[in-house]
Nanobody, 125 residues
Framework: QVQLVESGGGLAQPGGSLRLSCTAS????????MSWARQAPGKGFEWVSG????????YYADSVKDRFIISRDNAKNTVFLQMNFLKPEDTALYYC??????????????????WGQGTQVTVSS
């Protein structure tokens, strides 16, 4: 069965960095775009970033553009999110997500069919 396992969250100071990882299994990882999304306390789903199956193109929400970098290693079935210049408003539960359609690189909750368990990111001084 499909499994997505995130890691790398934690506490960071404003202006700091964290690197999230998501290791996938149970599907042809290298055939699928992958995304990161987040949900902050009291707020809804927010798509954060997506990457094409071969890593050739990346996309970012305006809220994280120029601060976050998404990448992937298809040999290790892993997608990463390097988060730099963190802000308190980045505090959220971060999920990696597999799209229903292999080429879907961004979207709303219904565009994704599998999610990891989430990893908490807290940005605070």
């Amino acid at each position: 069965q499909v499994q997505l396992v995130e890691s790398g969250g934690g506490l960071a100071q404003p202006g700091g960095s964290l690197r999230l990882s998501c290791t996938a299994s149970g599907f042809a990882f290298s055939d699928y775009a992958m995304s990161w999304a987040r949900q902050a306390p009291g707020k809804g789903f927010e798509w954060v970033s997506g990457i094409y199956s071969d890593g050739s193109d990346t996309y970012y929400a305006d809220s994280v553009k120029d601060r976050f970098i998404i990448s992937r290693d298809n040999a290790k079935n892993t997608v990463f999110l390097q988060m730099n210049f963190l802000k308190p408003e980045d505090t959220a539960l971060y999920y990696c997500a597999k799209p229903r359609l292999p080429y879907r690189v961004r979207g709303g909750p219904s565009d994704f069919d599998y999610w990891g368990q989430g990893t908490q990111v807290t940005v605070s001084s």
